[in-house]
Structures are given as structure tokens and as C-alpha cells.
């Protein structure tokens, strides 16, 4: 069982930046790809960005690539989302999710094991 928990969310101009953190409980969070997901309000929920166990290996939204950057700490059970250029479009509710395969990076939601409980973040124009 994992449980995560985000933090980091907040209220941000458009052109700022905000740091997502996920922290993840038990002693299994290495061997775990993990991601990053997003629901608008009206929208389905979609993938954002991932990141296999070792690290060595990352997927990204297209809209988000280079603006988002995703990274992990496995000594620190912790996930990141570094957003920078933020847009008003990327306003959602952002969710860490955990997938207990975790040699590749899973972007559909039904590859994933486990949800925290999810982060708003807000930009405004």
C-alpha cells in the first residue's frame, strides 16, 4: 500500500512558477514509476508528466514539454513538478499518482496503482 500526498499548489500570475511535491509513504517508492496528472473543472483528467523508478526515464504532455520538468528523490520518497512559464490553461486541480511497474512510464490513468488527493493550482492572466 502507498499512500501520497501532494503538496505546493497555490495562486500564481501567468509567466510564474510553482514547485509540486508529492511524498509517498512505504519502502517500495523506488521501485515505482510515478506521475502527474490534471483535471479542469468540465474536463477529464489527463496525463501531465512521468517518470520511471531509476529517474532515467521521462514522458510530458506535449503542451508542457519544456516548461514542466518532472524529478524524484527515491532517498526523499518524493516526486516533483517544476512548472514554470505558467499559463492560464494550465489551471486544474494536479493529482501524483504511483504505478507499481515502474521500468516504463505509464500515461494512461488505468496503469496507475494509487492517487493522492490531489493539489489546485490556479494561474491567472
Known amino acids: 500500500q502507498v499512500q501520497l500526498v501532494e503538496s505546493g499548489g497555490g495562486l500564481v500570475q501567468a509567466g510564474g512558477s510553482l514547485r509540486l511535491s508529492c511524498a509517498a509513504s512505504?519502502?517500495?517508492?523506488?521501485?515505482?514509476?510515478m506521475g502527474w496528472f490534471r483535471q479542469a473543472p468540465g474536463k477529464e483528467r489527463e496525463f501531465v508528466a512521468g517518470?520511471?523508478?531509476?529517474?532515467?526515464?521521462?514522458a510530458y504532455l506535449d503542451s508542457t514539454k519544456g516548461r514542466f520538468t518532472i524529478s524524484r528523490d527515491n532517498a526523499k520518497n518524493t516526486v516533483y513538478l517544476q512548472m514554470n512559464s505558467l499559463k492560464p490553461e494550465d489551471t486544474a486541480v494536479y493529482y501524483c499518482?504511483?504505478?507499481?511497474?515502474?521500468?516504463?512510464?505509464?500515461?494512461?490513468?488505468?496503469?496507475?496503482?494509487?492517487w493522492g488527493q490531489g493539489t489546485q493550482v490556479t494561474v491567472s492572466s
Open positions: 499518482a504511483a504505478a507499481a511497474w515502474g521500468r516504463t512510464v505509464p500515461t494512461r490513468m488505468n496503469e496507475y496503482d494509487y
Open positions: 512505504g519502502r517500495t517508492f523506488s521501485t515505482y514509476a
Open positions: 517518470i520511471n523508478w531509476s529517474g532515467g526515464s521521462a
